[in-house]
């Protein structure tokens, strides 16, 4: 076996002795992480909708891994990307929402919600940290969230991340001003230029692994397409709540950009020694696009909210193009990307996710038998111009899922609802009062859970306070 260089042999030395699962090259795998912003479980061709255009992800999908019951570990953006970075659910790690916890006004909220952190604090060993330690180059391309520099936290490169979460500062199309990334002229379009940067940076690294995390703004809002695209699609037959052309138009920008990608791979003859995971840090935005046949959307613990697209590919290692249906949730991703890189968690923190590379080899589904967990101690104002049902999107709200079984517990009235998903992929049903040994069982669970992670529960009324709660 030859080594192009001294930095290759020493990589695949240390991956060799951590007993990685290594390509048939004997090399330690690229890995690159598509995470897009607000991308809705159904907004994609290869999940059914028919006018949403993404023949990049379609591919993708048809020659790798499909979870169907895959999740973001919270309901929208900062948490969400809190919990994959560090592997922990949100009660270890303190940033529960975006911004405040107290939306909406005083006087609707009946509990005092959690003081929210909005920085993933540095002493959290981040999954970028870990692997550069393998040996790997890291960079980071698109939004960040969880900090000012995201090169403070593992990214040998940043490109476009700050503590922002939307690009409404600079906006999708030029001149705009991002942290290494500005353009003066007009005409260019921040989903492309963000993909340039980010087969730039393939390029430069072809000769060592690399972890490229392309974390793009699309398609959060605003909703600034492409004109030519949002044209294509103007005239095109609504599907399933599927009628905004300029929200498709932004999917296809974000699938040209996966196509970059792989195309860059492909033309490096890097495409067989690459790790590709594509998903989404959070339901679909229930003011642009519509989750059905799920139920809600972003902002909340229902599926609309949680539950996303979720492609894992390997060329060649990951057995047959197929479907998985065992539950997997971002937290996996730290431990499931360091097994394949050649290492292991860092002891000194702890871990709450697994690792999927059994599942993605064939070699166990072990991960069929645990419970997964989301806690949201927050509130979340309703959209705009959405039909009115109180104020809220969600109170404060706790949910476990084990086997079939969802359990959704809200602090406002002390409700617990129960669905079964195997049955009721809709959450039309509560059948809490039909399965009382089954809500006591997951009950337990789920307070042995909030007590494990030392989570706030809110409990404390708000003097404020004048409304009716809404669950």
Same mark, same amino acid.
């Given at each position: 076996?030859?080594?192009?260089?001294?930095?290759?042999?020493?990589?695949?030395?240390?991956?060799?002795?951590?007993?990685?699962?290594?390509?048939?090259?004997?090399?330690?795998?690229?890995?690159?992480?598509?995470?897009?912003?607000?991308?809705?479980?159904?907004?994609?061709?290869?999940?059914?909708?028919?006018?949403?255009?993404?023949?990049?992800?379609?591919?993708?999908?048809?020659?790798?891994?499909? #979870?169907?019951?895959?999740?973001?570990?919270?309901?929208?953006?900062?948490?969400?990307?809190?919990?994959?970075?560090?592997?922990?659910?949100?009660?270890?790690?303190?940033?529960?929402?975006?911004?405040?916890?107290?939306?909406?006004?005083?006087?609707?909220?009946?509990?005092?919600?959690?003081?929210?952190?909005?920085?993933?604090?540095?002493?959290?060993?981040?999954?970028?940290?870990?692997?550069?330690?393998?040996?790997?180059?890291?960079?980071?391309?698109?939004?960040?969230?969880? %900090?000012?520099?995201?090169?403070?936290?593992?990214?040998? @490169?940043?490109?476009?991340?700050?503590?922002? %979460?939307?690009?409404?500062?600079?906006?999708?199309?030029?001149?705009?001003?991002?942290?290494?990334?500005?353009?003066?002229?007009?005409?260019?379009?921040?989903?492309?230029?963000?993909?340039?940067?980010?087969?730039?940076?393939?390029?430069?690294?072809?000769?060592?692994?690399?972890?490229?995390?392309?974390?793009?703004?699309?398609?959060?809002?605003?909703?600034?397409?492409?004109?030519?695209?949002?044209?294509? #699609?103007?005239?095109?037959?609504p599907d399933r709540g599927h009628n905004n052309a300029g929200y498709a138009a932004m999917v296809r920008s974000m699938d040209d950009s996966l196509g970059r990608v792989r195309t860059a791979l492909k033309d490096l003859k890097l495409d067989q020694n690459t790790v590709i995971i594509f998903t989404s840090d959070n339901g679909g935005h229930g %003011?642009?696009?519509?989750?059905?046949?799920?139920?809600?959307?972003?902002?909340?613990?229902?599926?609309?909210? @949680?539950?996303?697209?979720?492609?894992?590919?390997?060329?060649?290692?990951?057995?047959?193009?197929?479907?998985?249906?065992?539950?997997? @949730?971002?937290?996996?991703?730290?431990?499931?990307?360091?097994?394949?890189? %050649?290492?292991?968690?860092?002891?000194?923190?702890?871990?709450?996710?697994?690792?999927?590379?059994?599942?993605?080899?064939?070699?166990?589904?072990?991960?069929?038998?645990?419970? @997964?967990?989301?806690?949201?101690?927050?509130?979340?104002?309703?959209?705009?111009?959405?039909?009115?049902?109180?104020?809220?999107?969600?109170?404060?709200?706790?949910?476990?899922?084990?086997?079939?079984?969802?359990?959704?517990?809200?602090?406002?009235?002390?409700?617990?609802?129960?669905?079964?998903?195997?049955?009721?992929?809709?959450?039309?049903?509560?059948?809490?009062?039909?399965?009382?040994?089954?809500?006591?069982?997951?009950?337990?669970?789920?307070?042995?859970?909030?007590?494990?992670?030392?989570?706030?529960?809110?409990?404390?009324?708000?003097?404020?306070?004048?409304?009716?709660?809404?669950?």
């Amino acid at each position: 076996m030859m080594f192009r260089n001294w930095y290759q042999l020493l990589t695949v030395a240390v991956c060799m002795f951590a007993g990685n699962v290594l390509s048939a090259s004997g090399n330690p795998p690229n890995i690159v992480l598509f995470f897009v912003d607000d991308l809705g479980w159904s907004d994609l061709g290869y999940s059914g909708s028919s006018f949403y255009e993404s023949p990049n992800v379609d591919r993708l999908a048809m020659e790798g891994v499909v #979870f169907t019951n895959a999740y973001a570990c919270a309901p929208n953006c900062a948490p969400s990307r809190a919990c994959l970075m560090s592997g922990m659910y949100t009660p270890r790690h303190g940033v529960y929402t975006v911004g405040n916890s107290t939306r909406g006004k005083s006087v609707d909220r009946k509990l005092i919600p959690v003081d929210n952190k909005t920085v993933l604090a540095s002493e959290i060993n981040t999954l970028p940290e870990q692997l550069r330690r393998l040996g790997y180059r890291t960079g980071h391309f698109g939004k960040w969230h969880l %900090g000012d520099d995201p090169t403070t936290q593992g990214m040998d @490169i940043n490109i476009a991340g700050k503590i922002w %979460g939307s690009p409404s500062g600079g906006g999708y199309h030029s001149p705009f001003n991002f942290p290494n990334l500005k353009e003066e002229k007009a005409g260019v379009y921040l989903t492309d230029r963000i993909s340039e940067k980010a087969v730039e940076f393939i390029h430069d690294n072809q000769n060592r692994p690399f972890f490229l995390y392309l974390a793009h703004y699309s398609v959060h809002t605003p909703i600034q397409p492409k004109q030519q695209y949002k044209a294509y #699609f103007e005239n095109r037959k609504p599907d399933r709540g599927h009628n905004n052309a300029g929200y498709a138009a932004m999917v296809r920008s974000m699938d040209d950009s996966l196509g970059r990608v792989r195309t860059a791979l492909k033309d490096l003859k890097l495409d067989q020694n690459t790790v590709i995971i594509f998903t989404s840090d959070n339901g679909g935005h229930g %003011g642009v696009t519509s989750n059905r046949p799920l139920r809600g959307s972003k902002g909340m613990l229902y599926e609309g909210g @949680i539950r996303v697209p979720f492609i894992a590919h390997w060329q060649g290692e990951f057995g047959k193009p197929r479907q998985e249906d065992v539950p997997v @949730i971002g937290v996996d991703l730290l431990p499931t990307l360091l097994e394949l890189a %050649g290492g292991k968690p860092s002891k000194k923190q702890q871990v709450d996710g697994e690792s999927i590379v059994g599942v993605l080899t064939h070699e166990n589904q072990e991960l069929e038998d645990r419970a @997964i967990y989301w806690h949201f101690p927050a509130y979340l104002e309703r959209y705009r111009g959405l039909p009115e049902e109180g104020p809220f999107r969600t109170t404060p709200a706790t949910a476990i899922r084990s086997g079939k079984w969802k359990l959704i517990r809200f602090y406002e009235s002390g409700r617990e609802e129960l669905y079964d998903l195997d049955e009721d992929i809709s959450e039309s049903e509560n059948l809490s009062a039909a399965y009382p040994d089954v809500v006591k069982k997951l009950s337990v669970q789920l307070d042995r859970w909030l007590a494990d992670t030392n989570a706030f529960i809110p409990s404390m009324l708000n003097p404020d306070y004048a409304g009716v709660e809404s669950d």
